[in-house]
C-alpha cells in the first residue's frame, strides 16, 4: 500500500470514528469508502501481480553512433487479473534508470521509450522490474523480472574507393597479389633427424635440451592477408579520439572485406580481441560487435603484440596499425617489419587537436616515411574518405 493509500484508510477511520462518537450517520458512506478504497486496491494489484514475461526490440536493423534509437517493450501476464496499469523500469548502462508505462494491446503491454543520439558501445540493460498500480495510486507491486539484455551501436563507417596505403609504389588497385599466396608454415611439432637429412630443418633448441639432433615437423596453414591493428591504450586517448580511431579500423577492414580479402581485426584490449573476416557476411558481424565493443583500457603495448609468434600481425602479410601513440619502438618494430618486405601501414590519430593544441613535427612519423612506410593523419574534424584515401603521404603527415 502506497502512503496515499495509507493516508485514505487513515482518514476512513477517523471518518468512522467521528461519525460513532458524533452520531453522524451521514458520514458512514463516505468512511466506508475511503475504507474499502485502499483495501481494494491492494487486493487488486497483489492479485494481478503474477509472473510477467517481457521482450525488447531496439528498432529495425543495425543502429549506427550518432542515431536515435527506439527501445519497445512488450510485456505479457499470466494473471487472470489484469493489472489496473503497468510500468516497466530497467537501467540502461551510461543512461540510468528509465521508466516505462505500457498500454494494453490485445494480449500483451506496449511502450516505448527513445534513447537519442547514441555514442558507438555496448549497453547492458538489466535490473528491469514491473511496477502495477491502481489508477488512484493507493496501492502498489513490484515485480522482480529477468530479462537482462543488451543494445549494441556500431560505429558510423565510411565507404573508401582507395586506401592511402596503395598510393604510389604501393599501389596494388584493389587486386590480390597472386605471388604472396596467404598460407605459410608453422612449427607442427620436433623429431628425431635422419640420417642424409638437410640439417636446415634442425631445432636447435630441441637439440641441444635432448642432446641428439632433432628437427621441425612443419605444417602448411593459411595466413590472413591483411591484420588491422587498433590500439586501445588509454594513455593515448583525448576526448574522442578514440571513437575515431574506431571508425578509422573499422572503414580500413570494411574495404578489405568488401574485395574478399581475408583480414583480421586486433584490439590490444583487456583482454585483447582479435576476429577473422573474409567477407561482408556472417563474420563481418562479429566485427563490427568487437568494434562496437571496444574500450580504451590500460592495454598491452602496440610494440609487444607484434612482436608476439604466432599472433595476428606474425601470421599477417600486411599489417595496418591504427594509433595515437607512436613511440620510438614502434617505429622501429613498423621499419624492421618494412625491411624484411612485409607490408606495413600506419594511421596516427593525432590527438593534440582533439585537444584544441597545435601539432608539431613528429619525428617518428618522418622516420617511417623516410623507408617508405605509408602514412595517414587523422585530426579532430578531418573527413575519413579523405584521410584514408589514396592521397600522398608525404603530405598528408606534414599536416
Known amino acids: 500500500m502506497t502512503p496515499r493509500g495509507k493516508l485514505t484508510l487513515a482518514l476512513g477511520l477517523l471518518a468512522y470514528g467521528v461519525a460513532w462518537l458524533f452520531g453522524a450517520k451521514v458520514l458512514y458512506p463516505a468512511a466506508t469508502g475511503l475504507l474499502l478504497a485502499p483495501l481494494g ?13 517481457l521482450r525488447r526490440r531496439a528498432g529495425r536493423g543495425a543502429h549506427v553512433e550518432g542515431d536515435d534509437v527506439w527501445v519497445t517493450i512488450q ?7 489484469p493489472p489496473p496499469s503497468l510500468a516497466i523500469r530497467e537501467h540502461v548502462a551510461r543512461f540510468g534508470e528509465r521508466t516505462t508505462s505500457l498500454r494494453r494491446d490485445g494480449r500483451f ?47 558510423r563507417l565510411v565507404a573508401l574507393s582507395g586506401l592511402f596505403s596503395e598510393s604510389g609504389a604501393h599501389a596494388q588497385d584493389g587486386r590480390r597479389l597472386l605471388l604472396r599466396r596467404p598460407s605459410g608454415f608453422d612449427l607442427h611439432s620436433v623429431r628425431d633427424h635422419v640420417e642424409g637429412e638437410s640439417l636446415r630443418k634442425v631445432h636447435w633448441a630441441s637439440t641441444a635440451r635432448r642432446g641428439r639432433l632433432m628437427v621441425k615437423e612443419l605444417e602448411d596453414s593459411p595466413r590472413d592477408e591483411i591484420a588491422v591493428l587498433l590500439d586501445a591504450d588509454v594513455a593515448g586517448v583525448v576526448g574522442e579520439s578514440f571513437d ?5 579500423a573499422g572503414s580500413i577492414l570494411q574495404t578489405h572485406a568488401a574485395r574478399g580479402r581475408r583480414a583480421v581485426l586486433a584490439v590490444n584490449g583487456s583482454p585483447p580481441v582479435s576476429v577473422s573476416v573474409a567477407s561482408l557476411e556472417g563474420d ?33 602479410l600486411e599489417l595496418v596499425v591504427v594509433t595515437a601513440r607512436l613511440t620510438a619502438a614502434l617505429a622501429r618494430r ?14 596516427w590519430i593525432d590527438s593534440a587537436s582533439f585537444a584544441g593544441r597545435p601539432t608539431g613535427v613528429e619525428p617518428e612519423l618522418l622516420r617511417l616515411q623516410a623507408v617508405g612506410i605509408p602514412v595517414a593523419v587523422v585530426r579532430r574534424g578531418d573527413d575519413l574518405r579523405l584521410a584514408l584515401g589514396g592521397a600522398p603521404a608525404m603530405r598528408r603527415a606534414h599536416g
Open 75 to 81: 510485456a505479457s501476464t499470466s494473471s487472470r487479473i
Open 109 to 155: 503491454y506496449r511502450g516505448t521509450y527513445v534513447l537519442e543520439r547514441v555514442p558507438r558501445g555496448r549497453y547492458a540493460v538489466g535490473d528491469p522490474t514491473a511496477a502495477i498500480e491502481d489508477p488512484f495510486g493507493l496501492a502498489r507491486s513490484e515485480v522482480e523480472l529477468t530479462a537482462a539484455g543488451a543494445l549494441v551501436v556500431y560505429p
Open 244 to 248: 575515431v580511431a574506431v571508425r578509422a
Open 334 to 347: 613498423l621499419v624492421r617489419r618494412a625491411q624484411a618486405s612485409h607490408g606495413v601501414s600506419i594511421v
Open 41 to 53: 486496491a491492494r487486493a487488486w494489484v497483489r492479485l494481478a501481480a503474477g509472473p510477467i514475461g
Open 284 to 316: 563481418w558481424l562479429a566485427a563490427l560487435e568487437a568494434l562496437a565493443a571496444a574500450e580504451p583500457v590500460t592495454a598491452i603495448p602496440v610494440v609487444e603484440l607484434l612482436a608476439r609468434e604466432g599472433g595476428p600481425a606474425a601470421r599477417s
